[in-house]
T-cell receptor, first 114, second 111 residues
Framework: NAGVTQTPKFQVLKTGQSMTLQCAQD?????MSWYRQDPGMGLRLIHY???????DQGEVPNGYNVSRSTTEDFPLRLLSAAPSQTSVYFC?????????????FGPGTRLLVL | SQQGEEDPQALSIQEGENATMNCSYK?????LQWYRQNSGRGLVHLIL?????REKHSGRLRVTLDTSKKSSSLLITASRAADTASYFC???????????FGQGTTLQVKP
């Protein structure tokens, strides 16, 4: 299994541009989530999904959209990038929904917004 | 606001010494997990302790949980240079299954 994969690894955007961060997992996990990691802030939950067609907001959802059309894919969209969205983004998945299961992380996407 | 707060923020020790990191949280949980992150990489799960457990071991790792004090500790015994990384605690909430992460402890193990 490839586990959780993310593309691209690194991206530079100009303010106002849009882009989609891709995330895919091949473990048939129901639960997927997106985090951003900033220095001194730990990981903050952006959006999460408990299954295909179901998404919900996390702690810092503003400026981001998600969709879950399949079990495997969970893309994160920035509609109009802002410098405050410069961060490292991690996608994660886990098998169950109760929160007691191991969460698997992708390698991250480093985003710079100028 | 973050659920978990790690202490210390940074820790530097010599190889062979023990490293202890602490995590405090604010609300009720159904489990607490510890993750490790090597520089420039994603997080890797280390160990999970459920709310009805007080101590758990995995190799050189020992985790304790005190729900009355809303705190947990991670002990790494006989540390190695390869243990150099950031360590995060994450708390699982009773509802919705969210995992909320703390800010992390950066551990440096000097050879």
């Amino acid at each position: 299994n490839a586990g959780v994969t993310q593309t691209p690894k690194f991206q530079v955007l100009k303010t106002g541009q849009s882009m989609t961060l891709q995330c895919a997992q091949d473990m048939n996990h129901e639960y997927m989530s997106w985090y951003r990691q900033d220095p001194g802030m730990g990981l903050r939950l952006i959006h999460y999904s408990v299954g295909a067609g179901i998404t919900d907001q996390g702690e810092v959802p503003n400026g981001y959209n998600v969709s879950r059309s399949t079990t495997e894919d969970f893309p994160l969209r920035l509609l109009s990038a802002a410098p405050s969205q410069t961060s490292v983004y991690f996608c994660a998945s886990r098998e169950g929904l109760a929160g007691v299961e191991t969460q698997y992380f992708g390698p991250g996407t480093r985003l710079l917004v100028l | 606001s973050q659920q978990g707060e790690e202490d210390p923020q940074a820790l530097s020790i010599q190889e062979g010494e023990n490293a202890t990191m602490n995590c405090s949280y604010k609300t009720s949980i159904n489990n607490l997990q510890w993750y490790r992150q090597n520089s420039g990489r994603g997080l890797v799960h280390l160990i999970l302790i459920r709310s009805n457990e007080r101590e758990k071991h995995s190799g050189r790792l020992r985790v304790t949980l005190d729900t009355s004090k809303k705190s947990s500790s991670l002990l790494i015994t006989a540390s190695r240079a390869a243990d150099t990384a950031s360590y995060f605690c994450a708390t699982g909430r009773p509802s919705k299954g969210k995992l909320i992460f703390g800010q992390g402890t950066t551990l440096q193990v000097k050879p």
